[in-house]
């Protein structure tokens, strides 16, 4: 049974996300998903609407959002995880305590957003683990929908 790595934050309820996911089981019919989402700092965070919550608050909110867009998909979620501020330092621990894992599907805001991009995280996690990435970058129409509060383009609200 594959297991595979579901790296988001902000754009964990993406549903070009839950099709990637949807698409890799359809192939793979034994694929089962780990969510981990980073606790990233709120200060860094482009959709989230208050600063009042911590970290762990912030990530905690987007940990059950996604666990909700993908149990309501019938994707195969085996297991969710909060890890370490840094997506690298995140990603790294989550490989090293828990091996075996057949690839990683890393979910990003679009290029011009993304801090994520901006450290090169797909192509740094490929060549560092030597697994299959899979990257799925919102588009700047579902990030212009998110920001002026509209939802039915794809970004859901917190």
Do not use: C
Not at 79 to 89: M, Q, W
Not at 116 to 145: C, D, F, S
Request: hydrophobic share 40%.
């Amino acid at each position: 049974m594959a297991r595979y790595l579901v790296v988001a934050h902000e754009t964990v309820s993406n549903p070009k996300l839950v099709e990637k996911l949807k698409e890799i089981a359809k192939e793979d019919e034994s694929a089962k998903f780990v969510l981990l989402v980073p606790a990233s700092p709120v200060r860094h965070l482009l959709l989230w609407k208050t600063d009042t919550a911590t970290e762990q608050e912030a990530a905690e909110h987007r940990e059950a959002e996604g666990r909700e867009a993908f149990i309501q998909a019938g994707v195969n979620l085996v297991a969710t995880r909060i890890g370490a501020e840094s997506p690298v330092d995140a990603i790294d621990q989550e490989l090293r305590e828990n091996p075996g894992y057949a690839g990683l599907i890393i979910s990003t805001l679009p290029k011009e957003h993304s801090r994520w991009l901006r450290l090169g995280l797909p192509k740094v996690m490929e060549q560092k683990h030597h697994l299959p990435v899979h990257h799925v970058e919102a588009t700047p129409n579902q990030l212009r929908a998110w920001l002026s509060g509209r939802i039915d383009e794809g970004v859901l609200r917190p």
